[in-house]
């Protein structure tokens, strides 16, 4: 199938996401049974969701069954890829990866190790390149080491895991550093040219947004800068190491670290007072742009695949609120719409 069809289909695919009107619907259901049975007569979920029973279902099932449906949903666009789809659908498989391993040391760093299992979304295990029963057996962090043996994680995650007093900080740097590294090592293996370009600066707005949300977070809220910038992926597309140092040297460090996400964003406006909002505004936009003006299958199944992600955050978070009874004017300022 030539590209462009590729393209075309991805971009029929997101034509059937929920619309803003469909959110404002959702939010005022007053109960996460009301709303999957919404979901029941929208395309995209229709199929997935029909043999659910709403009137029984739990928070963490519908949640679920959300992302499995977005897991599903894109996995099968991927099959209509000319090129290496394994290459293609990798990048999706890979951030699924790390989260679970970073979510993996968490939990076993605090103990809570039935957490992870209870979060874990089975239908990725095929997928993945460590044996997440394994690394959900694991009693500490030298044991998550072995549990990882023969991955790209290990020789870099191995001293970080085996330090006596372990920074679960820089192991989550590490990982995402694992990850940028593996996608660009993939680009360069199967693009050329513009396109290339296009994917990486793809990552590399990423890493610029998590590298200011972490500090964002740490600085909020426990104040202090001795360690912050040691914690960054040394990756960029518009964020510098020195622009966050100016930031913290601030008066305001806070504020300053939030101007900066207008700055990383050309200018981009502020879309809401909560940074990470602001920021995932910004992206979902940008994202909907390159799916809808590129012509190469893997940035618009990458585009794709981040839209997804998207959905799927807005959904669970939706479903979290109906859970707690908040206001539907209190969800809202939550979605990326």
């Given at each position: 199938m030539a590209n462009n069809a590729v393209t075309a289909k991805a971009r029929a695919v997101y034509g059937k996401f929920l619309k803003k009107d469909d959110y404002i619907s959702l939010i005022h259901k007053g109960s996460i049974a009301?709303?999957?049975?919404?979901?029941?007569?929208?395309?995209?979920?229709?199929?997935?969701?029909?043999?659910?029973?709403?009137?029984?279902?739990?928070?963490?099932?519908?949640e679920e069954l959300i992302h499995k449906n977005a897991f599903d949903n894109?996995?099968?666009?991927?099959?209509?890829?000319?090129?290496?789809?394994?290459?293609?659908?990798?990048?999706?498989i890979k951030q699924?990866?790390?989260?679970?391993?970073?979510?993996?040391?968490?939990?076993?760093?605090?103990?809570?190790?039935?957490?992870?299992?209870?979060?874990?979304?089975?239908?990725?295990?095929?997928h993945l390149a460590f044996d997440p029963i394994r690394l959900a057996a694991s009693k500490n962090l030298p044991e998550v080491s072995a549990a990882i043996k023969g991955t790209m994680y290990r020789k870099a995650l191995?001293?970080?895991?085996?330090d006596p007093k372990p920074d679960i900080n820089r192991i989550v740097t590490m990982i995402n550093v694992c990850y940028i590294k593996w996608a660009f090592e993939q680009i360069e293996r199967t693009e050329r040219g513009a396109a290339a370009e296009q994917l990486k600066e793809f990552f590399l707005r990423k890493t610029d947004a998590d590298n200011l949300l972490m500090c964002y977070r740490l600085k909020s809220t426990f104040g202090d800068n001795s360690s912050i910038t040691e914690l960054l992926i040394p990756y960029h597309k518009r964020l510098r190491t020195r622009d966050i140092k100016e930031a913290l040297k601030m008066?305001?460090?806070?504020?300053?670290?939030?101007?900066?996400?207008?700055?990383?964003?050309?200018?981009?406006?502020?879309?809401s007072d909560i940074p990470e909002i602001s920021v995932n505004m910004a992206d979902h936009k940008y994202f909907r742009h390159r799916?809808?003006?590129s012509t190469n299958e893997t940035e618009s199944l990458y585009a794709l695949?981040?839209?997804?992600?998207?959905?799927?955050?807005?959904?669970?978070r939706i479903i979290e609120g109906l859970r707690y009874g908040l206001p539907p004017e209190e969800i809202e300022k939550y979605l990326i719409i």
């Open positions: 009301a709303a999957i049975a919404f979901l029941k007569t929208k395309p995209l979920y229709a199929d997935d969701f029909a043999d659910v029973a709403e009137s029984s279902i739990r928070r963490k099932q519908a894109y996995m099968r666009v991927c099959r209509f890829a000319s090129g290496d789809k394994t290459g293609i659908m990798s990048f999706h699924l990866e790390c989260e679970q391993l970073t979510k993996a040391i968490i939990a076993v760093s605090s103990g809570n190790q039935e957490d992870f299992v209870m979060s874990y979304p089975e239908y990725i295990s095929e191995d001293p970080l895991l085996n008066q305001d460090p806070v504020s300053a670290l939030r101007d900066l996400f207008v700055k990383i964003r050309a200018a981009t406006p502020a879309y799916l809808a003006v695949m981040m839209l997804f992600r998207t959905e799927s955050m807005n959904l669970c």
